[in-house]
């Protein structure tokens, strides 16, 4: 199955049936598909741009590539497929960062903490 194929109710079933989440975007608006391969427990590899180097951390809880640049993505898959320890690790820092850092409490209160911020300025 492809992602454009996925039905958001069972997003994070399906990509955790993939060994890894190759996503070769050159533009995410916030990212979401990182952090629902975080909650899969599947490696990321991605193009060092933003939200991607905004929330992956190279050789912590992801990989990333050269941008525009096929062979530097498969070089890191090529990583992955090779090293079971590191990717393992990668699978779970990323966990841990979605659980530390883009949680739903957290995010919800973000947001609050934003909405109090403006409501406070009127």
């Not at 916030?30 to 180097?53: M, R």
């Not at 498969?74 to 090293?83: M, Q, S």
């Not at 850092?101 to 609050?112: C, I, Q, T």
Request: hydrophobic letters at 45%; charged letters at 20%; glycine letters at 4%.
């Amino acid at each position: 199955m492809i992602f454009y194929e996925l039905q958001p109710e069972n997003i994070v079933q399906t990509i955790s049936k993939y060994d890894i989440a190759l996503l070769p975007s050159m533009y995410e608006p916030f990212g979401i598909v990182f952090l629902d391969s975080f909650a899969a427990k599947v490696p990321v590899i991605a193009f060092d741009l933003p939200a991607g180097n905004e929330i992956i951390t190279d050789g912590y809880n992801g990989l990333l590539a050269e941008p525009k640049n096929a062979a530097s993505l498969a070089a890191k898959a090529e990583i992955l497929i090779e090293d079971n320890r590191l990717r393992d690790n990668i699978v779970i820092n990323a966990h841990k960062t979605l659980q530390e850092k883009y949680s739903m409490d957290l995010m919800v209160n973000a947001y609050l903490s934003v909405y109090r911020e403006l409501i406070a300025k009127t």
